[in-house]
């Protein structure tokens, strides 16, 4: 009993730290990469050329007053960003590190994901709502439609892996990709999913190009307008953790989780790529999934809100369902490598 | 089949148009050669602002401690926001006559919206506009100068 | 529950866009009706940062009020200056040396550039795309540099004095003009990848904010934002001021009317002007760069009118003169007035993000409507 209570503790301390190294080295990369693609040099004052930006920026954050307006529902205003919050920290929970390091490996592990990242919308809604502001009450509703719509196309992404694998169980689909990543094995039809899912977890982490629960030129800033200090922080926090979050699952589906570089039955090539430790695999292609997110960020224009849900229903939606057939075809004929 | 044919056409196009944009951020992200912000106060050195630019409003005054100021107060009419204010005195020259001086030239920074007028209107060159331009100051106080120096006299054959 | 959140009774929402708002350019309050999230009525109200320049003028000599007028459309001041030397030199009837008028044209198109750069940039902004922004303030800054070199300032220059400039062209200006035009013209392929070819932009501009000419015309619409409707209104064409009748250029027409009509029209006018600047910049007659005046100049009894065309559209000058030093009555007509006017028309039935777009493309600065 008491072993395992350390256990937790050690566990909950860990994705403490997890978390706030996490927001802290995401906000500095998001400032370099949009000061390089706006071609300006980015934060370079605090620290050796600026690293310790964000931590200054996290101090300022804490000690800042957080003001809780007049008119808001106070109870669910300081409950909003908990929330958030709460529901990036449960999505942390089947999200394998390295190989053997998984908090969670319950057998219903991509339904779980799929299910919990759902939570993060009541909170925005939450935020919108308690805020008594015209702007928070309008962002929290474009998320809300928005969040649901994309979740589709994100869950349907997601099926095609599972019909490929036969599992919702996160360790058997990356033992699964152990002779190579599902994204070179299952020709054109993962790819197209793994595209519809970046789309669609850029969606549904309200980043631009669909930022519209935010969009700062309409809404100033939609949800979070009335929030300040470490509250505004929470969000903040949330936001980039979550991005975190459904990177490490798209690299965990669509491209081997921890799991090396492989190609099929090459033992030799196999087993050099078995030197580099599993954890970097993993870190490695979650960052770069991040920085492709990031990308799109700084390069898109946003989309106006009946755009968005044309986008997600017109297109996503359709292609991602004919795709899933033809995903189903090809895992009943055995059609991948 | 046309409608199959356009909806496919689109989705090719715009995709291809957005990677197009992608490759040009993608193109500076890699080439940092291209950033054009500067490391600002440590620059100060190689920052060569162009001889015209229009800082301050200056009096230059030579080795003797002589200006060109008449004290016409041409300037003074030509500002449109009564920046400069010029007090006059009688210097009484060794042959006994009266002389018109300058007293003190007032320069009201704050005012000053660099228009070049007073220096257009300036008959003796008296004044000219420097390349100065970090003007932040703590106090109101310290943006009103006096632009002639203590116990400087008018230059010899300056009418 | 409705009324909680500020909601009339027939369930519309009443949002205030501004003053302090990231996408109004300044200091323009705008009331929203909103039926969810589809604009119903949009009302401007103005009067932030007036500063009472008119008056200002009225109390100024006719050397003196020119500063004043950069401070109402900061982004083509020179213009705005231009305007107002013409009148004077109209009133007093001074003959402008060639030079100087080549000068002061040359000077026009590129602040008229630059003005469509920082449009450019910001016009991506309010649709959501930040990266453009900095990359239209790389090429600005080039214009900028050479608006410094020559004129001693970067945005408010009072480079115009009744007669002509105020000084000489600098002796590098020929060559850094037609540095910045190779540099641009190599740039301006990007603009199109970035913006311009992008489906998400060309989503959010087509068919949003549409006017027809004849609204265009009866709002009162000029500059760009006519044009896109199809409104000949080119001042430069119509009564040509200065070198204008004697160079070769084309004035940008469409007749769409929607905000993306207003995009390329604004895209055209670059390249036109650049097509001016490549005409006068080999050719700058020798000669005065200013006329002889009077120390202090009386314009006649009577009242004077002159428009010119700015980056916005068509800025007139009136003045009534009593014939003293200062005038008697001074107005300004801004093209940026007239076009916010058609917002509502325009705006009626899109949805908030349109409504910053239109904003973005109506080019609106906000000194320039409120004076």
Known sequence: MLTTLTELTIVGILILTLFAVLGLVLVFMERKVSAYMQIRLGPNRVGYKGIAQTLADTIKLVVKEGLTPNGADKFLFNLAPFIVMFGAMLLMAPIPFARNSQIWDLNIGVLYITAVSSISVIGILMAGWSSNNKYSLLGAMRSGAQIVSYELSAGLAIISIVVLTGSLKISEIIASQETGWWIFRGHIPVLISFVIFIIAVTAETNRAPFDMAEAESELTAGFHTEYSGMRFALFFLAEYVNIFIVCAIGATLFLGGWMPFHIGNWAGFNHLMDFIPSSIWFFGKTFFLIFVIMWFRWTFPRLRIDQLLNLEWKYLLPIGMFNLLLMTIIAIMGWYF | MSFLRNYISTVYNSVRSLLIGMRRTGYYFTHHKEIITQNYPENRDQLNLPERFKGEVVMPHNDNNEHRCTGCTACELACPNGTIKIITKFDISPEGKKKKAIDTFIYHLELCTMCNLCIQACPTDAIKMAQTFEHSVYDRSEFIKTLNKPDSKLMEGVE | ?371
């Not at chain 3, 409705?2 to 009339?8: D, K, L, R, Y």
């Not at chain 3, 037609?178 to 913006?195: N, Q």
Request: glycine letters at 8%; hydrophobic letters at 40%; a negative charge.
């Open chain 3, 1 to 371: 529950m409705f009324q909680e959140v500020g909601t009339t009774e027939m369930g519309d929402l009443i949002i205030n866009v501004g003053p302090q708002h990231p996408s109004t350019h300044g200091v323009l309050h705008l009331v929203i009706t909103l039926n969810g999230e589809t604009v119903k009525k949009v009302e401007p109200h103005l009067g932030y940062i007036h500063r009472s320049i008119e008056k200002m003028c009225e109390s100024l000599t006719y050397r003196q009020f020119i500063y004043v007028t950069s401070r109402m459309d900061y982004l083509s001041s020179h213009i705005n200056n231009h305007a107002c030397a013409l009148i004077v030199e109209k009133g007093l009837q001074i003959e402008v040396p060639q030079r100087a008028q080549y000068i002061r044209v040359l000077l026009d198109e590129l602040t008229r550039i630059a003005s469509h750069q920082l449009w450019w940039g910001a016009m991506a902004m309010d649709v959501g795309a930040i990266t453009p922004f900095f990359h239209a303030f790389r090429e600005r800054e080039v214009i900028n540099d050479i608006m410094e070199q020559t004129c001693g300032a970067r945005l408010t220059m009072n480079f115009m004095v009744p007669g002509g400039c105020m000084y000489d062209i600098h002796p590098d200006f020929v060559k850094s003009v037609k540095d910045f035009m190779a540099f641009f013209r190599s740039k301006l392929s990007e603009y199109d990848e970035m913006v311009t070819n992008n489906p998400i932009f060309q989503a959010r501009m087509k068919d949003v904010g549409v006017i027809s000419k004849e609204n265009a015309i009866s709002y009162g619409c000029s500059g760009p934002v006519a044009r896109a409707a199809g409104v000949v209104c080119d001042v430069r064409k119509l009564s040509p001021y200065d070198v204008y009748s004697q160079v070769n250029f084309e004035e940008a027409l469409e007749t769409e009317g929607d905000c993306f009509a207003r995009y390329k029209v604004r895209m055209k006018e670059m390249n036109e002007s650049m097509r001016i600047i490549d005409q006068l910049i080999d050719n700058i007659p020798e000669g005065d760069f200013q006329a002889k005046t009077k120390a202090v100049l009386k314009l006649p009894k009577g009242d004077y009118y002159t428009n010119v065309e700015t980056a916005r559209g068509d800025f007139g000058v009136y003045i009534v003169s009593e014939g003293a030093t200062t005038p008697y009555r001074i107005k300004f007509h801004s093209p940026g007035f007239c076009n916010l006017s058609a917002l509502d028309h325009m705006t009626r039935g899109s949805k908030i993000g349109d409504l910053v777009a239109i904003m973005g493309s109506l080019d609106l600065v906000i000194p320039d409507i409120d004076r």
